[in-house]
């Protein structure tokens, strides 16, 4: 999958760049100047553009209007750094097939959903339009999962054990979810739970999350050898 991606600033280009240039499916080509990108993306055959709105000598609107009228018809994601400014132009994005304005700083989760959504019409890029959309949704978790395991900690150190379990039980749901509940991770997350009981004077309760977190890790080992 081809895309080029157009920004005035080196740095926030290099940033797009060790997200997506990694990927074997994908071949990113970076140019700052809007010219520049107006003639590629007219020439070329790239399946998708990222252009920012301000772009060196040609912003990224005019550039859009350019591809257009070249009779491209390649899906546009536009980042802007002042929300005002691409609304102001809203209508005519629509109008120039603009799927989404990108708001900078451009964070990860965002960029993987935009360019999944902008792909799920290319019927050649459905599957890497839907790897794009679970990357994106695991690295949410993950994060969300490692905001928990911190929260859970700094509520343990504070002897504030009942609150502790709710968030580890929580947490021990959320890794079910991502790895499977036959996986060493959830199991990890059973032990902890249990160690939360078992600091909170819940014994039985303890007991019965370690010998449930024992029967997991059997059951991973067992997964991996067959």
């Known amino acids: 999958m081809d895309i080029l991606i157009a920004d005035p600033d080196p740095n926030i280009l290099s940033g797009y760049l060790d997200i997506l240039g990694h990927r074997d499916e994908m071949s990113p080509t970076p140019v700052q100047d809007g010219f520049e990108a107006t003639e590629m993306l007219v020439a070329g055959r790239f399946d998708v553009a990222l252009l920012d709105l301000r772009l060196l000598h040609c912003d990224g609107l005019a550039c859009a209007r350019e591809v257009r009228a070249g009779g ?65 949704e695991a690295f949410q978790l993950q994060q969300f999962s490692n905001r928990m395991g911190s929260r859970v900690h700094v509520l343990r150190n504070r002897g504030q054990f ?65």
């Open 72 to 136: 491209k018809e390649m899906p546009i994601v536009m980042t802007a750094s002042v929300p005002p400014l691409a609304e102001a132009y809203a209508s005519e994005l629509g109008t120039l097939g603009v799927t989404e304005v990108l708001w900078k700083p451009v964070d990860f989760v965002s960029l993987l959903y935009a360019l999944s959504r902008a792909l799920e019409g290319q019927r050649r890029h459905r599957d890497l339009s839907g790897q794009l959309a679970e990357e994106a």
């Open 162 to 226: 009942h609150d502790a379990i709710a968030v580890a039980k929580r947490l021990r749901s959320l890794i079910g979810y991502q790895s499977g509940i036959d996986s060493l991770d959830f199991a990890t997350a059973t032990t902890d739970l249990g160690g939360l009981y078992l600091a909170a004077g819940h014994h039985e309760k303890a007991s019965q999350m370690f010998s449930e977190a024992a029967s997991i890790r059997h059951r991973a080992h067992w997964k991996k050898l067959n």
